[in-house]
C-alpha cells in the first residue's frame, strides 16, 4: 500500500526525481510478484514434488515386501546397523543377527535393528525387503508424500518471495548509490565557494 500511495502521491509532485518514482514503481511491481508469482511458484512446485513422490510410493509399494525376521542370536555391541527407522519404525537400536524369508522364497539371515528393546532367541519382528530379499526403508506413506509436497511447495513459495524482494532491495541500492554519485558531483561542480577570492564574502 505504501508503494501505491508513492506512485500517486509522486505522480504530480514537482520535486520529484526520477529515481523516486523508480523506487515506488519497483516496489508496487515486487508486491504484485510477491502476490501472485510467488503463490503460484510454491503450489507448481508441491504439485510437482506430490507427483513425482506419489510416483515413487507406488514403485516401492510394488517391489517392497514385508516379511517376518526370527531373532537367532544378539549381535555385538559394535555391529553396523542401519537407523532403525528405516526398517522398522522404532526408537530401539538392538542390533540382532536374524533369519527371514524374501518373497521369492528365498531364505536370508544379518544384522538388524531389532524393535525390542532386550530381543531374545526366536522373538520376530517384522522388517521391509526388496524382490530379493535384501532389508530396505518402508514405503513412502501417502500422507507423508502429501506432507512433504505442502512443505517444499510453501518452501518454495517463500524462496520466490525472498528472491524478488532481494532482487529489489539490489536494485533500490544501485539507484541510491547512483543518486548519491550525481549530487556528489553537482555539489563539486556548484557547492558553496565561502572564503575564496571573488566570491564576494
Known amino acids: ?85 528405516e526398517w522398522t519404525g522404532r526408537d530401539s537400536r538392538t542390533p540382532v543377527v536374524a533369519n527371514w524369508t524374501a518373497y521369492d522364497g528365498s531364505w536370508h539371515s544379518g544384522t538388524l535393528a531389532s524393535p525390542q528393546r532386550t530381543p531374545v532367541v526366536g522373538a520376530t519382528f517384522r522388517i521391509w525387503t526388496d524382490d530379493h530379499g535384501s532389508p530396505v526403508p518402508r514405503p513412502i506413506d501417502v500422507a507423508a508424500a502429501d506432507t512433504h509436497a505442502v512443505f517444499s511447495g510453501i518452501c518454495a513459495a517463500a524462496a520466490a518471495g525472498g528472491l524478488i524482494e532481494g532482487a529489489r532491495r539490489l536494485i533500490v541500492w544501485r539507484l541510491i548509490r547512483r543518486r548519491y554519485e550525481r549530487l556528489d558531483r553537482a555539489w563539486a561542480r556548484c557547492g558553496p565557494d565561502w572564503g575564496r577570492t571573488g566570491a564576494g564574502s
Open 1 to 85: 500500500m505504501r508503494a501505491v500511495r508513492g506512485v500517486w502521491r509522486w505522480r504530480g509532485n514537482p520535486l520529484r526525481r526520477r529515481t523516486d518514482l523508480a523506487e515506488a514503481w519497483l516496489a508496487l511491481m515486487a508486491l504484485v510478484l510477491i502476490v501472485l508469482v510467488a503463490p503460484l511458484v510454491g503450489v507448481v512446485c508441491g504439485v510437482l514434488t506430490d507427483t513425482s513422490l506419489r510416483e515413487a510410493a507406488a514403485e516401492q509399494r510394488l517391489h517392497r515386501h514385508q516379511t517376518t525376521a526370527v531373532v537367532m542370536r544378539p549381535a555385538g555391541p559394535r555391529a553396523k546397523v542401519p537407523e532403525p527407522d
